[in-house]
C-alpha cells in the first residue's frame, strides 16, 4: 500500500499563487498514475488534475488550465500542484490520489473512481 500525505494549502489571496504537494510513503509512486481531485463546502469532489507515471502526459480540467501545472518528482515520490492566478472559487479542500499504472494504465486518469488511494487532503482559501 501507498500512504499519501498532501501540504502545502493556506490562506491566500486572488490572484495569488500556491505550491501543492504530495508525499508518499510505504511504497515508492514512481509505479502510480496521480491526480489532484477537489472538494468545496455543499460541492461534489471534482477532477483537478493528473499526470502519468514519468510525466509526459498530464491533464487538467478546463477551469483550471493555464493556471494550474501537475508535475512529479518520482525520486521523492512526490507530487506537485502548483496553482498561480488563484481565484476565491478555487476554495476547496485539495485531495491527491494514486493508482497503480499496472491495473488502470499509464496516462492521466480523470475519473476518481479509478483511484485506490487518496490523501486526508489540504485546505486551500482564497480570499477576493
Known amino acids: 500500500q501507498v500512504q499519501l500525505v498532501e501540504s502545502g494549502g493556506g490562506l491566500v489571496q486572488a490572484g495569488g499563487s500556491l505550491r501543492l504537494s504530495c508525499g508518499a510513503s510505504?511504497?515508492?509512486?514512481?509505479?502510480?498514475?496521480a491526480g489532484w481531485f477537489r472538494q468545496a463546502p455543499g460541492k461534489e469532489r471534482e477532477f483537478v488534475a493528473a499526470?502519468?507515471?514519468?510525466?509526459?502526459?498530464?491533464s487538467y480540467a478546463q477551469f483550471v488550465k493555464g493556471r494550474f501545472t501537475i508535475s512529479r518528482d518520482n525520486a521523492k515520490s512526490t507530487v506537485y500542484l502548483q496553482m498561480n492566478s488563484l481565484r476565491p472559487e478555487d476554495t476547496a479542500v485539495y485531495y491527491c490520489?494514486?493508482?497503480?499504472?499496472?491495473?488502470?494504465?499509464?496516462?492521466?486518469?480523470?475519473?476518481?473512481?479509478?483511484?485506490?488511494?487518496w490523501g486526508a487532503g489540504t485546505q486551500v482559501t482564497v480570499s477576493s
Open positions: 490520489a494514486a493508482a497503480l499504472a499496472l491495473i488502470v494504465g499509464d496516462f492521466p486518469q480523470i475519473d476518481g473512481n479509478k483511484y485506490d488511494y
Open positions: 510505504g511504497r515508492t509512486l514512481s509505479s502510480y498514475v
Open positions: 499526470i502519468s507515471l514519468i510525466g509526459g502526459r498530464t
